[in-house]
């Protein structure tokens, strides 16, 4: 099993920055990568960022520029720097693995952009 927990998340105002933080522990074996998604209300919830654990990083389009992802080992945390927030990226961020036919999904964040 993983156990997956999120930090990081708040109120910025819009141009701002806030980097998310994804605390991982348990059994990594046969794990692939760490993803980052997001959800609002009423939506599906969406692919942000990807790392693998060689560090090959993946972006969604609209978050492609200034979202970044990054992992440190020693830690066995991931990160999400997000830099140009604007409101439409307010949204709960989660970060997922998946370990074989299992699917492990932190508690969520909430990112608030407001002014």
């Known amino acids: 099993q993983v156990q997956l927990v999120e930090s990081g998340g708040g109120l910025v105002q819009p141009g701002g920055s806030l980097r998310l933080s994804c605390a991982a522990s348990?059994?990594?074996?046969?794990?692939?990568?760490i993803g980052w998604y997001r959800q609002t209300p009423g939506k599906q919830r969406e692919s942000v960022a990807f790392?693998?654990?060689?560090?090959?990083?993946n972006y969604s389009d609209v978050v492609k520029g200034r979202f970044t992802i990054s992992r440190d080992n020693t830690k066995n945390t991931v990160y999400l720097q997000m830099n140009s927030l604007q409101s439409e990226d307010t949204a709960v961020y989660y970060c997922?693995?998946?370990?074989?036919?299992?699917?492990?999904w932190g508690q969520g964040t909430q990112v608030t952009v407001s002014s």
């Open positions: 997922r693995v998946i370990q074989g036919l299992q699917i492990y």
């Open positions: 348990g059994n990594f074996f046969n794990i692939a990568g």
């Open positions: 790392i693998t654990t060689g560090g090959v990083t």
